[in-house]
């Protein structure tokens, strides 16, 4: 019986070792925050006449290093009947630090639809820009930033969100 009774607890120790490893494994990967979710106001010239305000909603993902992938959704009206709608992919690059916060430069390209009275004008759009991600506590941020492109002229504005 001694032997069958070392052999249960052997097999114990196995399958706490088993669940353990991987449960210490994942939570020291969820401290690395890979993804971030952000929502902000602009100041922007994406119409054809005077001044527009936006809303910006963004996702990105950190790849291992500086850089991060993601997808931005920007709306835009002049307060004069124009609409702008731009869903845009990006590639943004930080300076200085691996924790993907800093000053950063990133580089777009989407869809600009404006809706018109006189119709939708659907363009390609393409931007750069850059700004500053300040960490607040390491799972929130707070990011000024500023972008200039086509067809839209520029954008200024601020993002606050967490990191995930």
């Not at 924790?99 to 931007?127: L, R, Y």
Request: charged fraction near 15%; include cysteine.
């Amino acid at each position: 019986m001694g032997g069958r009774k070392s052999g249960v607890i052997a097999m114990k120790k196995w399958i706490l070792l088993a669940i353990l490893v991987p449960g210490i494994y994942l939570c020291a990967f969820a401290q690395e925050k890979k993804m971030s979710a952000g929502l902000g106001a602009e100041w922007n010239m994406a119409s054809r006449h005077d001044f527009a305000a936006g809303a910006v909603l963004n996702f990105l993902y950190n790849l291992p290093g500086s850089t991060s992938l993601g997808i931005s959704f920007t709306g835009s009206m002049n307060f004069n009947k124009i609409y702008v709608l731009e869903p845009t992919f990006l590639v943004r690059h930080y300076f200085l630090q691996d924790n993907h916060s800093g000053f950063f430069v990133q580089f777009d390209a989407g869809a600009f639809i404006a809706f018109e009275e006189k119709g939708i004008t659907p363009m390609i759009k393409s931007g750069l820009g850059g700004g500053y991600r300040l960490l607040l506590k390491n799972s929130f941020y707070v990011e000024p930033y500023g972008r200039f492109g086509y067809p839209f002229a520029f954008g200024l504005g601020v993002m606050a969100g967490i990191c995930f």
